[in-house]
Nanobody
Framework: QLQLAEFGGGLVQPGGSLRLSCVAS????????ITWTRQAPGKEREGISC????????DYTDSEKGRFTISRDTAKNTVYLQMNSLKPEDTAVYYC?????????????????WGQGTQVTVSS
């Protein structure tokens, strides 16, 4: 079974950067669309971005456009989320998820495999 694990979270000052990694094991990711979502305390899960097997990416909201970039490295079986110009409101647990699909899948509820999440805290 496909397993996902997120890495790279931590404490960062406002304006800083982090790169999150979503590392897959068990199966190759080359048949899976991947999404990054996040959930802040007391808030609903929020989709950030998703990427297809052909590296086509889609951002869910405008607030992260220009700051967050999703990418994938097939050889490393890893998907990344580069986060720049971080704000305190970006504080959340970040999750990656996968679904076997050819196209971009923009609805987080359609994803089948989820990682355990990594905490990102943006604070001075």
């Amino acid at each position: 079974q496909l397993q996902l694990a997120e890495f790279g979270g931590g404490l960062v000052q406002p304006g800083g950067s982090l790169r999150l990694s979503c590392v897959a094991s068990g199966y190759s990711l080359d048949r899976y669309a991947i999404t990054w979502t996040r959930q802040a305390p007391g808030k609903e899960r929020e989709g950030i971005s998703c990427i297809s097997i052909t590296h086509i990416s889609t951002d869910y909201t405008d607030s992260e456009k220009g700051r967050f970039t999703i990418s994938r490295d097939t050889a490393k079986n890893t998907v990344y989320l580069q986060m720049n110009s971080l704000k305190p409101e970006d504080t959340a647990v970040y999750y990656c998820a996968a679904v076997q699909a050819i196209v971009v899948v923009t609805e987080p509820n359609e994803y089948d495999y989820w990682g355990q999440g990594t905490q990102v805290t943006v604070s001075s």
